[in-house]
């Protein structure tokens, strides 16, 4: 789970997202649902807690405008229902389960904050824990998404079907028959630890090559010298294996050999949302984000 609270400032072409905190809990409910199939007490108590927390630095921070998120593991539980009821009640935060769809289209909304050519087509790369969502943009309008029920804790569990394999192919020789080439946008906290751990300058792309020696040179380290040696947070030293081999199987099949690396992801997709809803529409009419 994270807490982001940003400031965004105005610029003449884009807003810029500025970030004032970022408090990370490793909850996990995909612990729970993609063995069991629902969320357990122990789980249940541990978000309830988290979110008093958050909610109270929101106060601290003064932060005028709120959304929390829930993903994959919500939307599978079987007691999803139940949990966000509990939790609401208990914590005091509203929690919206969202769609695949919609965690992509936040995820991309953050295109439209990047310096990147906007006439150029991408395609957007998420890796989770419990899903990774594919979003195909031409000139910042999205042509084709999906969700694929392979992510970093799901694939350490052995959860992962070989049919969601078949999907997620599918859905990249589709991609790749009907546009070529294509430069890739990769998101999530796992690529952005990869990208620092390579050494490049912002705005530089990280190559294959360049994810599958870091890969390599990481899982060459065990779990407790990734921690030690290499300075990564346990809930960051496990998922960062399979998150490289997600990337790494994505741009295999899509034929992309670079992604750019922006360092963002869905909670800046979520402030960027807020902010278009309240204030962008007025002071940005020419940007077009994807509809959630």
């Known amino acids: 789970m994270r807490l982001l609270v940003g400031e965004v400032i105005e610029r003449d072409d884009h807003p810029v997202i500025k970030k004032q905190t970022l408090v990370r809990v490793p909850v996990r409910l995909g612990e729970d649902?993609?063995?069991?199939?629902?969320?357990?007490?122990?789980k249940r108590d541990y978000l309830i807690k988290s979110l008093k927390a958050f909610r109270l630095l929101t106060e601290v921070y003064n932060v005028p405008y709120v959304r929390c998120c829930a993903t994959s593991a919500m939307r599978e539980a079987a007691n999803s229902a139940e949990i966000v009821a509990r939790v609401e009640m208990e914590s005091?935060?509203?929690?919206e389960v969202i769609s695949g769809r919609s965690e992509a289209d936040l995820?991309?909304?953050?295109?439209?904050?990047?310096?990147?050519?906007?006439?150029?087509?991408?395609?957007?790369?998420?890796?989770?824990?419990?899903?990774?969502?594919?979003?195909?943009?031409?000139r910042g309008h999205r042509v084709k998404s999906a969700s694929f029920k392979i992510g970093t804790v799901r694939t350490l569990q052995g959860m992962v079907t070989p049919e969601s394999w078949t999907e997620m192919r599918a859905f990249l020789e589709e991609l790749r028959a009907q546009h070529g080439s294509l430069l890739a946008i990769g998101t999530g906290g796992n690529i952005n630890r990869i990208f620092k751990e390579n050494g490049n300058s912002f705005g530089e792309p990280l190559?294959?090559?360049d994810i599958a020696g870091q890969r390599d040179r990481i899982a060459g380290h065990s779990f407790e010298d990734r921690v030690k040696v290499l300075r990564l947070r346990p809930d960051r030293a496990d998922v960062i294996i399979p998150a490289a081999d997600i990337f790494l199987w994505v741009m295999e099949h899509a034929g992309i050999e670079e992604v750019f690396v922006p360092k963002v992801g869905l909670a800046d997709g979520i402030i960027f949302d807020l902010y278009m809803k309240q204030h962008g529409h007025a002071r940005y009419p020419a940007v077009d984000p994807v509809a959630v």
């Open 207 to 209: 190559s294959r090559a």
């Open 92 to 95: 005091g935060v509203h929690v």
């Open 33 to 42: 649902v993609f063995s069991t199939g629902a969320i357990g007490n122990a």
């Open 107 to 138: 995820i991309v909304s953050t295109f439209w904050t990047q310096d990147l050519l906007k006439d150029r087509s991408y395609l957007y790369i998420d890796v989770g824990g419990g899903s990774t969502e594919l979003t195909w943009l031409e």
